[in-house]
């Protein structure tokens, strides 16, 4: 299985981006978004899973929508209102069930600076 994300870019703050993954080689019951700043450790932003269930850490509510194109396999971060503390790597995360494996992809930058 492969994730693949685009859509890293700089942007200025208050700015909006949109992060894709497409998703290869298996069925994910959860994918989503991580990020990973200079320094700190890595967490989740958002995750969706095949049903619908959505996921958002407290900082991104109200600014960020996850969503799954189960058709093409893919996964969608739009991203409202940056600000500087958003900055990060961000990876696409997946999960399958049965076995239960986790996947990443290789990162796409977002820097959100003026």
């Known amino acids: 299985a492969q994730l693949v994300e685009s859509g890293g870019d700089l942007v200025q703050p208050g700015g909006s981006l949109t992060l894709s993954c497409t998703a290869s080689?298996?069925?994910?019951?959860?994918l989503g978004w991580y990020r990973q700043a200079p320094g700190k450790q890595r967490g989740l932003v958002a995750d969706?899973?095949?049903?619908?269930?959505?996921h958002y850490t407290e900082s991104v509510k109200g600014r960020f929508t996850v969503s799954r194109d189960y058709d093409k396999n893919t996964v969608t971060l739009q991203m409202t209102s940056l600000k500087p503390e958003d900055t990060a790597v961000y990876y696409c995360?997946?999960?399958?069930?049965?076995?239960?494996?986790?996947?990443w992809g290789q990162g796409t930058q977002v820097t959100v600076s003026s």
């Open positions: 080689g298996t069925n994910f019951y959860l």
């Open positions: 995360y997946g999960k399958t069930v049965g076995p239960m494996e986790e996947f």
């Open positions: 969706m899973s095949r049903y619908g269930m959505t």
